[in-house]
């Protein structure tokens, strides 16, 4: 399985791949994207095909905070994660067996819950379609 993570916020999307570490958690790594409406679905196919599985992962919990938001607060230039969430909107993106999966979130602070029930299913073609669909989706 692959995984992605794309945030929308004021009309420009951020994207990271997620990979997996030995301990069987799931963490942000490179490349971490920022892309335009008409560039969003090739960037998350790249996000896609860089998701790995078996990484090690970072040692601490500060280690693992700064490995998700330093280099999403650069690209957005944001001075702090809180300011980066106001009005972002989040998503996952799982890619197994050819079978693209959007998950939206819900936004609780300054954190993202998933949404489960919401998930639209379709495939890599379909990216940008998915995409819109569980942003709209996402609170």
Known sequence: ???ATVY????????????????GFWIACQPFIRAEYDDVGR???????SSLIGV?????????LDHLIQPILRLSESDSWEDFVKGTK???????????KAMPTK?????????PKLSSVGSVREISDLLDRAFINSK
């Open 1 to 3: 399985m692959k995984r």
């Open 8 to 23: 929308l916020k004021d009309e420009i999307y951020y994207l990271c791949a997620s990979s997996r570490t030995t301990k």
């Open 43 to 49: 960037k998350a196919i790249e996000a896609l095909n």
């Open 56 to 64: 090690e992962g970072p040692d601490n919990a500060e280690d693992a």
């Open 90 to 100: 989040c998503c996952h993106l799982s890619l197994k067996d050819d079978e693209l």
């Open 107 to 115: 936004r609780s602070g300054q954190e993202f819950w998933h949404q």
